[in-house]
């Protein structure tokens, strides 16, 4: 009828929430930069610790970026991509997390200061998607070449492990992690180097510094038998994945006995099935037998007759790095054994860890799998020497696949910011979102000088000045407080890490600004942007968020 109001019907459920416009990009802009601030702290090697504490009372102590997020409570849903970031950036290159995070929500900073003066998101994604891809290029075109010794892989390391809680163990860790690379450096698996058979056993009970590698593989697991050798010299290996039983499991079987003497029979048929089974493994030259499966205790009599070294229950992949280790082949039956199939070690010994009973496969030759046995004095000392390990784990790969590194403590960005501002100056209506692009980067040192106690403003000009005079090699040194060349001390951070870095935060920025709409389903509440505002304010508990 002319002249009443129309009022359009709701297509929602009921209490569904709609966020639409402004309010949205408000909203989702918060959440983001509430995940990046979070870690901001952590960054550098004076960064801060976190104190995760979950629903049972379990408590990590770390500054690992990737792991605070992992441990985090996060309900947002846009807080939850910035947590994808973290990992997609952990999987791929195994650093560089806290850093795609933090260039993400500064990202997202800019971006919003230049939606308030009215740019449209989708120009500020244009203009961001062309600063990555130039940065991509600056990135290549600094890189310098990775000297073709250990001590440089050990300098990735190095850097990789500043300010991560391993103090004076740090040169003694990067050794290992190097040598520990380098043994399987001939398994590449997707453009890296297959760390998957670096093994890393933890225990403990010792310091740090006690952490050893071992040329060959340390199982948590004790012999078969006590009358069995403690210790074999020269082991020729067997692997099998079957059961050394009388019968499968796979098989149901009722056996009726009537007469004593068939019990006796049943007894002696048996033993002679395992006594056969027990020669079988001697007769093909073995010293040394790791079954995947069960083995019968009578079974492991005769192996202990024969003194031959049993280990059964042992995981598949355990097995599969003890075959990479000692050359040896897994069979799956018993009459497939061959003197062909066998592996070798120099030496395969039980020890007492800490109370705890290890089996030691040592002095494999040119083994592709290796063990790196983590010592510290609590678990949770041995969970953060694991993580610094972890990340090591995919620097020094990087490194050694692409052979190129950049300079660190913030000197690449200070580099990547300079040639940006250049090269806004020849694009058109995106040019104030390539600069913000730059401004973004410049997070990292500010982040790195404001974690070690020292002046923003101060560090970023001097920066600036001597990235004119010098190059690309000046970063700050957050220990000494100063400005130089960190290339010559050593502070070098593989190419790839830097380039996934900046790539997962446009991408992750890009993706946070096309969104103007957000519906939530009624079981869900999601925070109001005043009330992420007020969170920012008091640095509290963020409902939604945390």
Known sequence: M???????????????????GRNAQRMNIMAARIVAETVRSTLGPLGMDKMLVDSLGDVVVTNDGATIMREMDIKHPIAKMMIEVARAQEASVGDGTTTAVVIAGELLKKAET??????????IVRGYRQAAEKCQKVLDKIAIDLPDNDQSLKAVALTTMMGKGVGPAREHLSDIVVKAVK???STVNDGLIDTDYIKLEKKAGAGIEETEFINGLVLD??????????RVENARIALVSSPLEFQGKEIEAQIRITDP???????????????????KVKSSGATVLFAEKSIHNLCLYYLAQDGIFTVRRVGRSDMEKLAKATGASVVANLDELRETALGYAGLIEEENVSGTKMIYVRQCREPKAVTILIRGGTMHILDEVERVIE???????????????LVGGGATEIELAKELKIFAKSVGKEQLAIEAFADALEIIPKSLAENAGLSQIDILVEMRKWNEKEGHRIGLDVFSGKVGDLYSEGIIEPLRVKKKAISSASEVAAMILRIDDVIAATQLKLPTPDEMASQMATKGRMPGVQ
């Open 261 to 279: 003497h068939q019990l006796q029979s049943f007894i002696d048929e048996q033993k002679r099935v395992l006594r056969e089974m027990a020669e």
């Open 221 to 230: 697991k004790e012999k078969g038998h006590e009358a069995m050798p403690v």
């Open 2 to 20: 002319a002249g009443q109001q129309f009022t359009p019907p709701s297509v929602l459920a009921e209490g569904a929430e709609r966020t639409m």
């Open 183 to 185: 043994s399987v450096a």
């Open 391 to 405: 990340d090591c784990l995919g620097t020094v790969p990087a490194a050694m696949i692409d052979h190129k590194i």
């Open 114 to 123: 230049l939606i308030e003066m009215g740019i449209h998101p989708v120009v």
